[in-house]
């Protein structure tokens, strides 16, 4: 199953880099790369917030080794959509590009989801798990900030809000809705529920 | 400097717009055939599925506003904005073969002596047909230069008389959700309108265009008739138009109904007036990597300047 997941993963990546290669991208390539991995960035983000509803509904437990491994790819996709912006927007030119970040809202909602992702990318691994414990978790919970921009970022870029960029904010919106939910729920909490039920 | 000119333009194609029509009077009292010739393709490549495109004969005289580079066809006509075929850039080439564009009728009234309704052909047919290679500039911040045939819309208003009331002229393009896929959905609030100031309107470099690269417009480009204005944001050359109305007051416009914030009435192309979320400093040329500066109107300025004279462009933006 694993070869499989990272092939279907990668797919994206390999069938624009095919496109590119053979000429088939539209008359401008760089809205295309930079489209194509934004996203995919986007869509992996909210594949990896999926799996914990997912695990909650189903209880299928084994699912959760999957959820950093999506952050991961989500992670792949937006640096190489960053580097796009870096290289063909801005050509290298940081200062200017930090003028961007500080003019333009929908930019500077990106390039918020981007930096948010890479502390979580640095501490994926199992030995900055381990030293940060409990601290990792709460330190792991960036991602809904990160999602969120990304979805504004998205909205704010597009001309006319339709389509897509609607689609994911309202994904991610259920998808945090059910994590609220969830932590409400009847019965989610033993001794909360005694207490209701001596209230009552 | 920004206009240059090949051995074969004269002046008065650019400059003098008195000499410039005189010429063209000259050449329609001559009855020249090639004239006559120059209208009857635009009736024979407006098939059904708009896809065989004619070639145009008599194109008389060129105008070459710049010596970059042209895109070339396949870019022209594979990458385009026509929200009426969908949003998405290969939309119109994919879905715009559908839209019948013969017969195709075009409405010239409001305040003016002589308000008709022309057939394509006749509506062209007194008028010298010319090339002109002009810069085009979206509001997304990517370029093309782009080799349109056409004649000056002042040639086309000229005939109708304005008034002396006549301040503004509006347009409007086809309303046909049956052949126009996108205007089902309420993306844009339809049919698509555009407007200019009546100097604007008359000035030498404002064309209507029915043609590119010597052959009939593709419709994903606006056949059979649409605007260029190259020293504003393409989306104000509106495409397909059905109707050219003279008016007292400034028009409405497709885009600024849409979000008044980001488009405003003149979208003269300005490098420090970033009113959309784009950048509008830079610009990247189609067939090009990396971006260029982008010019104050387009790097028309030499021609069109004078007009916005006194005018406050950030907030006239």
Redesign the interface.
């Known amino acids: 199953m694993k070869p499989t997941v990272f092939i279907l993963a990668l797919a994206p990546f390999l069938w624009l880099l095919y496109r590119a290669l053979t000429g088939r991208l539209?008359?401008?390539?760089?809205?295309d790369i930079t489209l194509t991995t934004g996203v995919w960035a986007l869509r992996f983000l909210l594949i990896t917030l999926a799996i914990t509803p997912l695990r909650r509904l189903t209880g299928w437990n084994a699912v959760i080794q999957w959820r950093r491994r999506m952050g991961l790819f989500a992670f792949f996709y937006a640096t190489l959509h960053f580097l796009t912006y870096l290289v063909?927007?801005q050509?290298f030119d940081v200062p200017h590009m930090l003028a961007?970040v500080a003019?333009?809202?929908?930019i500077t909602a990106g390039f918020f989801a981007f930096v948010l992702m890479v502390p979580l990318a640095v501490t994926s691994t199992k030995g900055w798990i381990r030293r940060l414990g409990r601290r990792w978790q709460l330190l792991h919970r960036l991602v809904y900030f990160s999602a969120g921009a990304a979805c504004l970022h998205f909205i704010?870029?597009v001309?006319?809000v339709?389509?897509e960029p609607v689609y994911y904010a309202a994904i991610l919106g259920a998808l945090l809705a059910f994590r609220v939910l969830w932590r409400f729920r009847p019965n989610a909490n033993p001794r909360r529920a005694t207490a209701r039920a001596s209230a009552s | 400097m920004l206009i240059r000119r090949s051995p074969d333009v004269r002046s008065s194609d650019i400059t003098d717009e008195r000499l410039y029509l005189r010429r063209r009077e000259f050449m329609r009292l001559a009855g020249s055939a090639a004239l006559a010739a120059a209208a009857g393709p635009l009736v024979a490549g407006g098939g059904a599925e708009g896809m065989t495109q004619a070639e145009l004969s008599g194109i008389k005289s060129k105008v070459v506003t710049t010596d970059e580079k042209w895109?070339s066809f396949?870019?022209i006509t594979?990458?385009n904005n026509f929200?009426e075929f969908g949003?998405g850039?290969?939309d119109p080439a994919r879905y715009a073969g559908r839209l019948k564009t013969s017969p195709w009728k075009v409405k010239i009234d409001g305040l003016c002596a002589k308000p008709a309704e022309y057939l394509l052909e006749d509506l062209i047919k007194p008028f010298e047909l010319e090339e002109r290679i002009y810069r085009l500039r979206c509001v997304?911040a990517?370029s093309m230069v782009i080799p349109w045939v056409g004649i000056p819309l002042s040639s086309i208003l000229k005939r109708a008389e304005p008034t002396a009331k006549a301040t503004f002229v509006e347009f409007t393009t086809l309303l046909r959700p049956s052949e126009m896929p996108g205007q089902n959905?309420a993306?844009?609030d339809w049919p698509y309108r555009e407007g200019l100031r009546m100097d604007e309107a008359m000035h030498p470099l404002t064309i209507v265009a029915v043609g590119l690269y010597g052959k009939t417009l593709m419709n994903q480009n606006g056949a059979p008739l649409r605007l260029v204005v190259p020293w504003k944001y393409g989306f104000k050359s509106i495409k397909s138009i059905v109707r050219i109305r003279l008016v007292d007051r400034m028009p409405q416009t497709a885009w600024s109904v849409?979000?008044p914030g980001?488009y405003g009435f003149y979208s003269n192309v300005n490098p420090d007036v970033?009113p959309v979320?784009w950048?509008q400093s830079r610009e990247?040329r189609?067939?090009t990597?990396?971006?260029r500066k982008t010019q104050l109107f387009n790097g028309y300025g030499d021609q069109v300047a004078s007009m916005y004279a006194g005018l406050d462009l950030k907030k006239y933006y």
């Open positions: 539209s008359a401008n390539p760089v809205e063909f927007d050509v961007d003019k333009r809202p929908f704010w870029k001309k006319v339709i389509g | 895109n396949e870019d594979s990458y929200y949003i850039k290969d997304e990517w959905e993306v844009l849409a979000n980001w970033n979320r950048d990247r189609l067939g990597l990396f971006p």
